[in-house]
């Protein structure tokens, strides 16, 4: 696998990282680590701004609202309490109490303080499940197209990545018949995302039911990233780990970036069973110390103040999304399905003839509009873009102008 993202990337790789000696600088595993398109292009539409070209933003899977202000509050009273020091690993017992009870509320999932990590962003719990689970050469079965860091950190911790390829012809919904051929006795983890990043797809209550039933009785695990879980268009999103039988071999990730506009705060948590949460305590304990206390008193007020701002939220994506869709399907060559959940376009341009890569490059260059290539999301992102709706609604109408007049200029 590469560093950069730019290629599809599947499998795990080691790229030349020589010095010209006969040591290599960098640890081998470094070798298994990609970065992320988002940040990547992200970087480069900065650097045409800086040179004074206008970009529209539709990389960054990032709320474009502030975060609340009453959340803000509760982190300037925690400061001038100087609660600025470390504090309970774990996380505060005040705020893992607040998450058993919105879990409770939100999912229906019936918990522990025990049995939730507190981390710096929901990220994190990607990297120490797979870190306290995977051996290796242990199978980790994976959404392909899905969130990169998924595959990055299963090469990192040397485990077997097995895509779970997502269609568009199956709506980019899990093929149950096909995920249970996947599934073999080296098979160690199961990593489900819903609402998922970069589809807009959602399992519903009966298709997590049949997951549950091929994975029950099996010697393994799910990791259920459930970071989009509040951001959903028809219904509600349930977790795998409600389903009799499946607490206990669930991790569920979850977290406040999206839900409540939080993404530089970092904050974010695991559930799972207790001596699993021991594990990823220690992991935590090894990296981070603690989670920034003031943080962790500012997501209490999240998770027990008003809700409103959340469901005016999900509101105003839901226009957005008939907007940048309906944009999307009157383009030359490009047709796109209505995300059910989170707030991205996945739409396909085999249509337009140009590689997803190159016309990401061009849309960018060319047309100031900065999407991703969907191949970054796994091979079987290739021949798509992701764009983010997560922006005002006058910028997604002038980015789906911009996009229009350069795809008939192609
Ligand atoms: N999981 C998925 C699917 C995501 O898209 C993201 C962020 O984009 C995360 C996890 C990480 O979220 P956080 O910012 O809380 O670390």
Redesign the pocket.
Known sequence: MSGGQEDSVDGCGSPERGDGMNRSVFAERMGALAGES?FQVLAAANALEAKGKKVIHFEI?EPDFPTQPHIVEAAKRALDQNCTGYCNAQGLVPLREAIVEHEKEFKGLHTTREQVVVTP????I?YYTICVLVNPGDEVIYPNPG?P?YESVICYAGGVPVPAVLKEEKAFRLDIDELKALITPKTKLLIL?SP??PTGSFLTGAELAEIAAAVRGRDMYVLS?E??SRIVYEGKATSIATVPGMKDKTIV?D????TYCM?GW???YGIMREDIAEQVTRLLINSNSCTTHFVQLAGIEALKGPQDAVDEMVAEYRRRREAVVAGLNSMQGVTCRKPDG?FYAFPSVRGTGCKSAELAQRLLEDAGVALLNGGTFGAAGEGYLRLSYATAMPLIREGMERMDAALRRL
Do not use: E, H, W
């Not at 962003?121 to 994190?124: I, Q, T, W």
């Not at 977290?255 to 999206?258: A, T, V």
């Open positions: 988002a899977g962003g929901g990220k994190p990607i969130f860091t995302n998922s990043n990233d970071i989009y990730l977290g406040f970036s999206k993404t970092r904050l974010g989170a």
